[in-house]
């Protein structure tokens, strides 16, 4: 059977080309989902990898920096009281000041005063009784 137009097709031809081209153009978008999801594991499975590897390189060079870190700090000698570092070597040398004498200045002792030194804290300091202290203070 024949067209209305009678080209020769069959009738319902155009329609059925239309319908299997509809499903060609479906299975050629399914393919490229397909395609690009397959695509997206791939890339992520190699970044996966890159961090992998990446993690185990900064391990490596962690472990290396604390090796190194550890070998100077048992180099150089251990922090001082005060906090800074013998960066020379040189042992600090702790002097015997049990027999120096302290000046004593009335300006001093009246300026440590001013800033908040009690009494016996300055007689202690200065090796003076308190009632000295106190005449200073009261003097000045």
């Known amino acids: 059977m024949t067209d209305d137009r009678g080209w020769g097709r069959p009738a319902g031809a155009a329609s059925e080309r239309a319908a299997s081209r509809a499903q060609e153009r479906i299975a050629a978008a399914e393919a490229r989902t ?3 999801q397959a695509q997206r594991e791939a890339g992520q499975r190699e970044r996966e990898a890159a961090r992998a ?3 185990a390189e900064e391990d490596q060079r962690r472990a290396a920096r604390l090796e190194e870190r550890s070998e100077e700090r048992d180099a150089r000698p251990r922090r001082r009281a005060s906090g800074a570092l013998a960066r020379t070597g040189e042992e600090r040398v702790v002097r015997d000041t049990r027999h120096y004498a302290t000046n004593v200045d009335h300006g001093r002792i009246i300026e440590l005063a001013r800033r908040g030194a009690t009494v016996p804290g300055l007689a202690s300091v200065f090796g003076l009784p308190e009632e000295e202290i106190t ?3 009261a003097a000045g």
């Open 34 to 36: 397909a395609e690009r």
């Open 53 to 55: 590897a990446r993690r």
């Open 135 to 137: 005449r200073i203070l």
